[in-house]
């Protein structure tokens, strides 16, 4: 990260928390880009007690790549496509930051297939630490979602 007075260059790190409870949430401020219902019940899962910081654009991405949240959750609403420009370069960014990018499936997202991610669910973003608990709660969220419907 350069700062913007001249000093020097800062490596950027995610937040090394481990313990969900002591981890905060990105979502997306837009409700039409996220199910903040489901959001709600991933954190209630995870016993995250701190409320979700709501914002769009990358930001959420340059936030966690910085350790300023450990959780970017985006699952958008049934039918919205998700485009690569929204996330190729947020993905990189917490990537070199030593975080984890994925489909809430589990797969690393693929840039590889034109202007649509095409994703089943949505994407999860934290450390390596709270991944597998992050990707539990979000798998038993998103069936305890569907089969109340």
Known sequence: MQPLDGSSA???QVSAVENP???SF???YEAAHS???????IAQKLGVKAPPVRIDSQAKYGALSRGDGAIYLRLPHKGYREKIWDHAAGCIVVSE???VVTDAAGQPLDFSKGKYLDLDTGIIVTNQKLMPLLFNAVRKSIQEKA???
């Open 35 to 41: 199910m903040h219902d489901l959001s709600s019940l």
């Open 21 to 23: 409870e002591e981890a």
């Open 97 to 99: 930051a030593g975080g």
């Open 26 to 28: 990105f979502e997306s």
């Open 147 to 149: 089969s109340s419907l």
């Open 10 to 12: 800062v490596k950027v």
